[in-house]
């Protein structure tokens, strides 16, 4: 019997020193990344994957140079490692405009990797473009393409043609399933499932990225703001993201703005604080975001103000999500803009698993329009003769696309001549439409 009880003694310890080794033998790698999150002419904000490292370190140098400009050191967070991963993001300031720079990547002070990264333009009007996409459906198995209408792969391909200066997610980004809810480690192995798909992978990590929400970043279908676990989705993507900023000190969310030459862009939340269908006084924003919202569009400048939402925010006609939901709220933000004389006004939303673009007409004032991109790689709804039917008199006639896309937003033109010239792109890099309005139309 001693004999026995030694044997398993010497085995255990065997096994436990096996794994430790195995542990401590582990190469730090980096996964994906340097992904270029919100980007201006002076200042980088960076996000990269990292696995089996302790400590991550990134330093700045110019093109064509060794001289050291920055370096950030992250010691990784323990709690917040999920399988070895750990989703990290940096800020660089204080840098030229449009000007290229190198990151190298250092995991446990071993270099891993150099990228080349570049600042935008300087502030000055010049001709820019960005690109536009909702409904991101990354399947877990390859043969999914097989069955799944509209799954694909070539469409990441010709938006990294697109060449965009930056690019706009508008929700659906990361679509998780059911299984997904159970915890933050299940949630969060679903956006690691997407941003470990090398075809958006290669797109990723060529320009900016910036993203708003919908319901499958957020929670089960149509959910709002009764959803228990939301800080936990929340903070999710926040891990997942390097937009700006994420709400306000004193309200949650991932609703934000920023500046690129003459155009603003506000980013909504319509989840975090969405009320339940049965309030009769309900509200896709809240009281606090929709405040937020119309003081940062009375305080904007820009030529062009872009509203993005993850739901339509225009469209009164249908059954589907959005803010015609809350007529009382809808009608309070056109109320809004009607009095405060806002001018330059684009809406961008996703979510509809088609395409199209929809004007919204009120006598005396300015006719609003809003564009709904999507989807970029989810199933499409394959339902033209039935839906077409019912006959949406805010459409734009002839803009409806049923099947992968994405959308692509010229300005261009000298200072008082600029134009919005609104594209959508099929996943064969072809135009299907485009729609231009010039500032004067928006007045």
């Known amino acids: 019997m001693r004999i026995f009880y030694l044997l398993f003694f010497l085995l255990v310890s065997f096994f436990n020193t096996l794994g430790a080794t195995t542990t401590a033998d582990t190469h730090p790698e980096l996964i994906t990344g340097p992904m270029q999150g919100h980007t201006t002419s002076n200042s980088i904000k960076v996000w990269l994957l990292v696995k089996n490292a302790q400590t991550l370190a990134l330093e700045l140098y110019p093109e064509n140079s060794n001289e050291l400009i920055d370096r950030q050191t992250i010691k990784i967070i323990t709690k917040e490692v999920v399988d070895g991963y750990f989703p990290a993001s940096v800020s660089f300031t204080e840098l030229k405009a449009n000007t290229p720079y190198y990151i190298n990547v250092i995991l446990n002070e071993k270099a891993v990797s150099q990228t080349k990264i570049n600042t935008l333009k300087a502030d000055n009007l010049e001709d820019f473009n960005f690109l536009i996409g909702s409904c991101n459906f990354i399947p877990d198995q390859t043969w999914t393409h097989f069955y799944r209408p509209g799954v694909n792969r070539s469409v990441f391909k010709h938006l990294q043609k697109a060449q965009g200066d930056f690019m706009i997610w508008l929700g659906d980004n990361f679509y998780y399933r059911t299984g997904d809810f159970e ?75 920023f500046t690129y030459q003459d155009a603003e862009f506000f980013f909504v939340d319509n989840r975090y604080h969405k009320s339940k269908l049965d309030d009769p006084n309900g509200q896709t924003l809240g009281e606090a975001q929709m405040q937020w919202l119309k003081e940062a569009l009375q305080n904007s400048t820009a030529t062009f103000k872009f509203v993005v939402s993850g739901v339509q925010v225009l469209n009164r006609y249908g059954d589907n999500e959005g803010f ?39 006598p005396g004032e300015y006719d609003l329009h809003e564009v709904t991109s999507s989807p970029v790689s989810s199933p499409t709804l394959n339902l033209p003769f039935k839906i077409s039917s019912r006959r949406n008199p805010m459409a734009v006639p002839k803009t409806k696309y049923w099947y992968p896309n994405f959308g692509k937003i010229n300005i261009t033109g000298a200072k008082g001549d600029r134009s919005c010239t609104i594209q959508i792109i099929n996943r064969l890099g072809k135009l299907v439409w485009e729609h231009r309005l010039h500032e004067s139309e928006l007045r």
């Not at 089960?220 to 709400?247: A, H, I």
């Not at 809808?330 to 979510?351: A, K, T, W, Y």
Request: charged share 25%; glycine share 6%.
């Open 183 to 257: 915890s933050y480690e299940t949630q969060f192995r679903r956006c690691l499932k997407t941003r470990t798909y090398q075809p958006l992978v290669n797109f990723l990590e060529t320009i900016p990225q910036y993203a708003v929400w919908d319901d499958h970043d957020f929670g089960p279908n149509n959910t709002g703001g009764s959803l228990p676990y939301k800080d936990r989705s929340l903070k999710l993507f926040e891990q997942f993201w390097v937009n700006p900023s994420y709400g306000t000190s004193a309200t949650k969310g991932i609703f934000t703005h």
């Open 324 to 362: 015609r939901e809350f007529p009382r709220e809808q009608e309070n933000l056109m109320e809004f803009i009607r009095l405060q004389n806002i001018n330059g006004l684009v809406f961008i939303s996703g979510d509809r698993h088609f395409s199209e673009l929809y004007r919204y007409t009120t």
